[in-house]
T-cell receptor
Framework: KQEVTQIPAALSVPEGENLVLNCSFT??????LQWFRQDPGKGLTSLLL?????REQTSGRLNASLDKSSGRSTLYIAASQPGDSATYLC??????????FGEGTQLTVNP | DGGITQSPKYLFRKEGQNVTLSCEQN?????MYWYRQDPGQGLRLIYY???????QKGDIAEGYSVSREKKESFPLTVTSAQKNPTAFYLC????????????FGDGTRLSIL
């Protein structure tokens, strides 16, 4: 059974800092990996999707990498801003388009 | 605007009562999903459907039921058999093409009176 783990569970940083969020998964037979953002009491917003054949994806200040063989992904946020404060969720797609989620990293960026 | 609409935003259930959560999408997506999120945890799949009049159980289907009579709609019923229904429920949809993201609604928070 696929299991997804995210470290750390919570992170508090000063504005302007570069930071890395980690995600690991137990079964490397995935179609893709997604990073989502969730604001309090809201749904999920897809940030980046990395196909299993890709190594990384970039969108603005966000960069996500994927090492499928080792079962790891990182989300790099450059020059963090208070508006980046949210919970970040990692999820992998396995058979039948099913997503398996990690528990998330709660990020606070302090002005 | 295209998107996924969940209603109501907040819902309260009495003991022994069934309640139904609504999910409607106008994205013309074939697949729809229901997830449950407990505090400080990730999402767990309850049910999903890839075509009208067909659906499959996810990881935590016990105490829940769904229907898919229309492509646009995928309502979730939380039955009295679900003994711990208090949670945040999220609906999602996607097209059935490899490597396409799921799009999420804003969720329904269900509480027990």
């Amino acid at each position: 059974k696929q299991e997804v783990t995210q470290i750390p569970a919570a992170l508090s940083v000063p504005e302007g800092e570069n930071l890395v969020l980690n995600c690991s998964f137990t079964d490397s037979a995935i179609y893709n990996l997604q990073w989502f953002r969730q604001d309090p009491g809201k749904g999920l917003t897809s940030l980046l999707l990395i196909q299993s054949s890709q190594r990384e994806q970039t969108s603005g200040r966000l960069n996500a990498s994927l090492d499928k063989s080792s079962g790891r992904s990182t989300l790099y946020i450059a020059a963090s801003q208070p508006g980046d404060s949210a919970t970040y969720l990692c999820a992998v797609t396995t058979s039948g388009s099913r997503l398996t989620f990690g528990e998330g990293t709660q990020l606070t960026v302090n002005p | 605007d295209g998107g996924i609409t969940q209603s109501p935003k907040y819902l309260f259930r009495k003991e022994g009562q069934n309640v139904t959560l609504s999910c409607e999408q106008n994205l013309n997506h074939d697949a729809m999903y229901w997830y449950r999120q407990d505090p400080g945890q990730g999402l767990r799949l309850i049910y999903y459907s890839q075509i009208v009049n067909d659906f499959q159980k996810g990881d935590i289907a016990e105490g829940y039921s769904v229907s898919r009579e229309k492509k646009e709609s995928f309502p979730l019923t939380v039955t009295s058999a679900q003994k711990n229904p208090t949670a945040f429920y999220l609906c999602a949809s996607s097209i059935i093409v490899e490597n396409q993201p799921q799009h999420f609604g804003d969720g329904t928070r269900l509480s027990i009176l």
